[in-house]
C-alpha cells in the first residue's frame, strides 16, 4: 500500500515554484534532492513513483522531495540551484534536516552542507560526484546532443541501462523498449532538462568539500559508468567525517537498487540522534 503524500508549490523570493512532495509520520526530518530526472519530471509529477520508492521509510522519517525550480534559466549554476533550496529549508523551517542527495542532486547539497551547516545535521550523497571528470563530461555532452536532436528514446535507453542491472541484462530487447521509454520520459519543457545538465558540466567542488562539517554517508556502485568509483572514493576522502560504502556490481542506480543503501540511511540518521 501507498503511503500517503502531500504536494504544494512554494514560491520563491524571486518569484519561481519550487515543487515539493512530502510523506511519512516520523521524527526525523530528511530532505532529498533529486538527480537529473528532475529535469524530466519533478516531485510533484512523480509523486506516485516517489510514494512507492520511498513507502518503507515513510513510518520512520518525515520525507520532503525537493524539485529545482520549475524554469531553469540559461546559465543556471549548481550555486544558484543551492541558493534556491537554502530558501526553501529556511521558508518552511525544516533544519537542521538529514540532507539525502541523489546523483546530480550531490553538488547542491555538497554547497548547502558547507555555506549553511545550520541546515544540515546529516548529509547523504548517493551515486554522485563533486567534481565532473572528462568521462562523465563526456557522457552529459551525449546527453545534450540526444536532446538537441529530440532523440528521447535513445536517451531514455541509455540513462536506463547506465542506471539499472537489469536493463543491461535485456539489451535484447532494446528495439521494443526504447519507443516505450522515450514516449513515457519525454518531458513537456525540453530546455528543462537541457539547462539542467549545462548546469553540471561546469561542476567542481574540490575545494569545498573540507567545509563540510556533518556526519555524511557516501553511497555508490563499483561499476557506475556515470561516476566511477574512484572519483566517489576521491569525494569521501575530502570530506572529514564521510563514511564511504560501494555496492559490489552495482550500477549508478545503487541507491536504487542495492539493500545496504536503506540500511545505511537509517544507520546514519540513528547515529545523529
Same mark, same amino acid.
Given at each position: 500500500m501507498l503511503p500517503h503524500f502531500d504536494r504544494i508549490k512554494l514560491r520563491l523570493s524571486t518569484g519561481p515554484l519550487m515543487p515539493i512532495v512530502t510523506m511519512g %509520520?516520523?521524527? $526525523?526530518? @530528511?530532505?532529498?534532492?533529486?538527480?537529473a530526472g528532475d529535469g524530466l519530471s519533478t516531485a510533484y509529477d512523480a509523486a506516485w513513483n516517489m510514494?512507492?520508492?520511498?513507502?518503507?521509510? =515513510?513510518? %520512520?522519517?518525515? +520525507? %520532503? #522531495?525537493i524539485s529545482r525550480r520549475e524554469d531553469i534559466p540559461a546559465?543556471?549554476? #549548481?550555486a544558484d540551484h543551492a541558493r534556491d533550496y537554502a530558501e526553501a529549508l529556511d521558508r518552511l523551517q525544516l533544519g537542521p534536516v538529514v540532507l539525502e542527495c541523489n546523483s546530480a542532486g550531490g553538488p547542491i547539497g555538497q554547497l548547502i552542507a558547507a555555506h549553511r551547516?545550520?541546515?544540515?545535521?546529516?548529509l547523504v550523497l548517493a551515486s554522485t560526484t563533486h567534481t565532473i571528470d572528462a568521462h562523465a563530461q563526456g557522457v552529459f555532452t551525449g546527453w545534450l546532443t540526444l536532446v538537441e536532436n529530440g532523440?528521447?528514446? /535513445? +536517451?531514455?535507453?541509455? =540513462? $536506463?541501462?547506465? =542506471?539499472?542491472?537489469?536493463?543491461?541484462?535485456?539489451?535484447?530487447a532494446a528495439p521494443v523498449l526504447k519507443p516505450i521509454l522515450g514516449a513515457l520520459s519525454r518531458p513537456t519543457n525540453p530546455d528543462r532538462f537541457k539547462r539542467l545538465l549545462e548546469g553540471l558540466l561546469? @561542476?567542481?567542488?574540490?575545494?569545498?568539500?573540507?567545509?563540510?562539517?556533518?556526519? $555524511?554517508?557516501?553511497?555508490?556502485? =563499483?561499476?557506475?559508468? #556515470?561516476?566511477?568509483? /574512484? +572519483?566517489?572514493?576521491?569525494?569521501?576522502?575530502?570530506?572529514? %567525517?564521510?563514511?564511504?560504502?560501494?555496492?559490489k556490481n552495482y550500477l549508478h542506480g545503487a541507491d536504487l537498487e542495492s539493500p545496504d543503501y536503506s540500511k545505511a540511511v537509517v544507520e546514519l540518521i540513528t547515529d545523529t540522534h
Open positions: %509520520h516520523g521524527r $526525523t526530518p @530528511v530532505v532529498y534532492i533529486p538527480g510514494a512507492w520508492f520511498f513507502r518503507s521509510r =515513510t513510518p %520512520h522519517q518525515r +520525507l %520532503h #522531495i546559465d543556471y549554476d #549548481i551547516p545550520d541546515l544540515v545535521r546529516a532523440h528521447w528514446a /535513445e +536517451l531514455a535507453w541509455d =540513462t $536506463t541501462v547506465r =542506471t539499472y542491472r537489469a536493463a543491461q541484462r535485456a539489451q535484447w561546469r @561542476v567542481d567542488n574540490s575545494s569545498i568539500l573540507r567545509d563540510i562539517s556533518c556526519p $555524511t554517508l557516501v553511497f555508490g556502485g =563499483t561499476r557506475d559508468p #556515470i561516476f566511477g568509483s /574512484e +572519483l566517489q572514493r576521491q569525494m569521501a576522502q575530502g570530506i572529514p %567525517h564521510a563514511r564511504f560504502i560501494q555496492a
